[in-house]
């Protein structure tokens, strides 16, 4: 699915494609960003009791301000009582990488990061957190659907296959299944 611009209006229909390829295709995880926890929480009411493991992942306490957690706690706990799990971490491409830049104008991290933006930015955090999840030990390492946007919402979904951030070239993306076509 390709749409023609990126935005959250597409979440309900990225959330939607995504669990029926899992279940097409026998795939038992699925990565979801989410920065407040609305994304985290549509995808968690979606996939109650589809069998389908979701990992939330959000983003670290102080991105944006110090001492600052985004994720709303009463989406999380919402979240976990539907079976899912909240990943709160740092950021693969962005951590020590963004304070390095800040210091330097530059880092490797932000060039892979911009390398995977020509994609999107969506698919950048796709690959990004399914780093993380991995990292974390909540997914295997093979074929996971991962789900996150451009801004907020959702509208990018891959079949990737997983591996952690210290083997970050070996992660494949295998297929789209959603993404906007002009960024």
Do not use: W
Not at 12 to 37: D, F, P, Q, Y
Not at 118 to 136: N, P, S
């Amino acid at each position: 699915m390709y749409f023609d611009k990126p935005g959250k209006e597409h979440l309900e229909e990225t959330l939607r494609l995504a669990k029926k390829e899992a279940l097409l295709r026998g795939i038992g995880h699925l990565v979801v960003a989410s920065t407040g926890g609305e994304t985290g929480l549509r995808a968690a009411k979606l996939l109650k009791d589809s069998g389908i493991k979701l990992i939330i992942v959000s983003h670290n306490t102080g991105f944006k301000e110090k001492d600052l957690q985004e994720i709303d706690p009463e989406a999380k706990k919402e979240i976990e009582s539907l079976g899912g799990v909240v990943l709160t971490g740092t950021m693969v491409l962005r951590g020590l990488g963004s304070a390095i830049k800040v210091k330097t104008g530059y880092s490797e991290e932000q060039i892979v990061a911009d390398t995977l933006r020509m994609l999107g930015q969506g698919t950048k955090v796709c690959v990004e957190i399914v780093a993380m999840a991995a990292d974390a030990g909540l997914i295997p390492f093979k074929e996971v659907i991962s789900v996150a946007g451009t801004a907020r919402g959702a509208d990018t979904a891959a079949i990737i296959e997983a591996n952690s951030s210290n083997h970050f070239f070996e992660i494949r993306v295998k297929e789209f299944l959603a993404k906007p076509r002009n960024f």
